[in-house]
């Protein structure tokens, strides 16, 4: 009985609002504002000022906030320790991972996972954006390129290769650039940002590029480079297929970049089997990907 709202008043003030809580805790607005109602009666002391537009918590509020966090931390610890030492994948799995990336390769492997583990239950939620793993109930991110999570436990999966291709017409009709600086006279096909990043003599190189099309999805580039329209700098596991066929064809590859694929999550004396596993489980799949394509493209099997 004491226990009671608890959790869903926590949820309220790390997400800010009963709305934000309700999705994190996978339960209606409406359940999460009745706990928090009877918590407040039960301590007959006000936790939360509610307004239409936004929640504020009361000074009250702030201080049994303090306490609880601590509380409900162990509590999850002690959840953890005793599945850790049953050493069986089970629970709720909550992860995140970008786009495509998550598409074409994560989602492939957690499907294939959650069927040698059937008492594991997964939510995917795939999202270019960098995700507060911690502030949003994450139990695992991945995530790709450089990395510079030092609040996070950190797990290298494998790695990727960035490609600099055009399709045999584009080259046909505009030649191959053989030199970083012959950049500017191409048609680049622009992400995000408009740099692309190389390895020159073991160095990071990056180089400004420019061109009549810029557009922030992967596939889309991809397409334009098919296409004909210019050269693209993209992941392997965008071109890997391409490339193979033909259809596209790798220039300035002495320049070429490699940078990690990434396991994150929070820091925790005990990490649940259900995370402990699956990440092995990413990295031996990654790696058997990356050892059975030549290009290291990875392609999942």
């Given amino acids: 009985m004491q226990w009671e709202g608890i959790v869903e008043f926590v949820a309220v003030v790390e997400a800010q609002s009963f709305t934000g809580a309700a999705q994190r805790l996978g339960l209606s607005v409406a359940q999460v504002s009745r706990q928090v109602s009877a918590l407040e009666q039960r301590l007959a002391t006000r936790l939360l000022y509610r307004t239409t537009r936004r929640v504020s918590v009361t000074e009250a509020g702030q201080l049994y906030y303090r306490h609880c966090r601590p509380l409900l931390d162990g509590l999850q610890e002690a959840e953890q320790a005793l599945s850790y030492s049953q050493d069986k994948p089970a629970g ?22 959650l069927l040698d583990f059937p008492a594991v239950t997964a939510e995917l939620n795939l999202d270019n954006r960098k995700i507060d793993l911690v502030a949003d109930g994450y139990d695992l991110g991945i995530r790709l390129g450089p990395m510079d999570e030092s609040s996070l436990m950190v797990k290298r999966l494998g790695s990727r290769t960035h490609y600099v291709c055009a399709s045999p017409d584009y080259l046909e009709r505009h030649g191959e650039p053989h030199t970083l600086a012959e950049l500017s006279q191409h048609q680049c096909l622009v992400g995000t940002i408009a740099v692309w990043r190389f390895s020159e003599g073991g160095a990071l190189r990056e180089i400004h590029v420019g061109g009549r099309l810029r557009c922030n999805s992967g596939a889309a580039l991809l397409d334009a480079a098919l296409n004909g329209l210019g050269l693209v700098q993209l992941p392997d596991y965008y071109v890997a297929d391409a490339l193979e066929s033909g259809r596209l064809t790798g220039v300035l590859t002495a320049y070429t970049l490699q940078d990690g694929i990434w396991a994150t999550y929070p ?3 005990y990490i649940p089997p259900k995370v402990s596993r699956l990440v092995d489980y990413l990295e031996r799949a990654m790696t058997l990907m990356q050892k059975s394509t030549p290009s290291g493209c990875p392609v999942v099997p």
């Fill in 92 to 113: 709720h799995l909550r992860l995140t991972a970008p786009v495509y990336y998550g598409e074409t390769v994560v989602a492939p492997l957690l499907h294939r996972y």
């Fill in 267 to 269: 820091r925790s004396r």
